[in-house]
Structure formats: structure tokens, C-alpha cells
């Protein structure tokens, strides 16, 4: 099998992207892009969770930045622990590559921060500061990743006794961005001291409640004055051109 080749709206400082794990995510947010509104879901990503054997043939090559398991949450916590190690020892085969993880489920990271490859770059999502409902989304609260987030960074800093992972780089993502209270946003973020944030919107038209562009513009002119580095991602323009 083979990697592809990043492309379209998701990140663009990642090279590639690959999946080991097929199935449906438990997590099983209204939004989530494997959900095409034309092509809908492909079978690969239909069923219950499973690995992929002819997926670890994959060879990772050299210099790449690799989004593994774009298409399902690898940290989820129905996803069993051997899996888990399985897919990080396929990564370091390839020890010339930065490997990007994300997750709803970041507490789940600290069971495997020590064995995670050098300079893993580790994520989550947060939408908002508000709760969502189990039809917008079956994961961890936003409050709970938050948490575990700054936790991760206290870590990999050298915050506990006897380790650390200064090669460890962390960010958030706020996609899709919901509406959200500015005060509390901005705290959250400022807490897990991220390396940096992405904020983009909802590209495939799911009805999600947004934010204003001027509320938009108030939390990343907070973030930028305390110190965090924020990527806007160019599916803003559509919430800039409803506030005029």
C-alpha cells in the first residue's frame, strides 16, 4: 500500500497522510469529514473498528511530516492498546519522518508519551468552549481535552519529576468553529500554551451555530497578545463575507 499524498483544506504543512485502522470512529461527530455530502462514506471507513494488516507493508520513506490515522481517532478509547503500539512501532521503521497524531481523546496521549517517535507533533480538536450534545459529537468534552492538553504540556516540559519530551511539539485545532465566550476560549488555549493553533470553519455546510467573523477576530487578537501563534485557515473567508 501507499501513502496519500496531502491535499485539499486540511493542513498544509503535512506531506502525506495514512490509515492502519478501518471502521467507523466511535466518536462519531456530525461533522466529520470522511462523511462526503456526495460520495458519502467510503467502505473502508464502514463497519466496526479493525487494522488493516496490508497497511503496515507501507513504507514511510525519508523527511515527510505523516498525519497517521487521518481518517479515524487512533487514541479513541475503543481503540486496544496493541493496536496502538503496533502503529507507533511501524512509525519508528521510519525514524527520518515527523509523525502528527490528533485526537479528541488526549488523555489518552500520556499512556504512550514516552514511546511516541522523536519530534511527534500531537493535537486535538476544540471547537468551542461549550458542550456539545451527543448528536453533535459522542467524545471527550471540550472542557476534558482542554485539560489534558495543558497536562501534555506540563509534561513534555519537563513539568513532572523524572521525564520530559522537549522534542514534542503540541497545537489545537478550533474546527469547525462553533460559537464560543471569548473569556473562556482564550483561557483554555493560553493554558495548554500550544506551539501553535489552526482556527477554520465548516467547510461541507452541516448547520453548525457559529460564531460572528468580529467574535472570530476578538479571540485570535486575545490569543496573539498572549503569546500564541495562530493559523487561520482560508474557509474563514465565508464567515468574513456574512459579517459584512
Known amino acids: 500500500m501507499s ?9 498544509d504543512w503535512v506531506t ?6 478501518g471502521g467507523e470512529c466511535p466518536h462519531k461527530c456530525s461533522y466529520c469529514y470522511v462523511d462526503h455530502p456526495d460520495r458519502g462514506r467510503a467502505s473502508k471507513y464502514c463497519g466496526e ?3 488493516i494488516e496490508s497497511e503496515f507493508k507501507t513504507a514511510y520513506g525519508r523527511e515527510n511530516t505523516i498525519f497517521i490515522e487521518h481518517c ?20 519508528y521503521e521510519y525514524p527520518e519522518n515527523k ?12 499512556d504512550f508519551i514516552n514511546i511516541l517517535p522523536p519530534n511527534s507533533i500531537l493535537g486535538t480538536t476544540i471547537e468551542t468552549d461549550s458542550g456539545q450534545p451527543d448528536h453533535i ?13 495543558a497536562e501534555i504540556r506540563s509534561y513534555i516540559r519537563g513539568g513532572y519529576i523524572r521525564t520530559s519530551r522537549p522534542d514534542i511539539k503540541i497545537f489545537v485545532t478550533i474546527e469547525p468553529i462553533m460559537d464560543f465566550n471569548v473569556d473562556i476560549l482564550s483561557r483554555w488555549i493560553t493554558s495548554i500554551r500550544p506551539d501553535f493553533l489552526n482556527i477554520g470553519a465548516d467547510s461541507m455546510g ?3 451555530i457559529e460564531p460572528t467573523f468580529e467574535k472570530i477576530i476578538q479571540l485570535v487578537e486575545r490569543l496573539r497578545k498572549n503569546g500564541v501563534e495562530v493559523r487561520k485557515k482560508h ?10
Open 206 to 208: 452541516h448547520g453548525l
Open 99 to 110: 509523525y502528527m497524531y490528533q485526537t479528541k481523546n488526549p488523555a489518552r496521549f500520556l
Open 16 to 21: 502525506h497522510q495514512h490509515s492502519h485502522l
Open 137 to 149: 459529537s459522542k467524545a471527550p468534552s471540550t472542557l476534558d481535552r482542554a485539560e489534558a492538553m
Open 49 to 51: 473498528l479493525r487494522l
Open 3 to 11: 501513502m496519500n499524498v496531502s491535499k485539499g483544506n486540511m493542513y
Open 235 to 244: 474557509n474563514l473567508e465565508r464567515l468574513e463575507k456574512l459579517s459584512v
Open 72 to 91: 479515524n481517532d487512533l487514541f479513541c478509547k475503543e481503540v486496544p492498546t496493541g493496536w496502538i503500539t503496533r502503529i507507533l512501532a511501524h512509525c
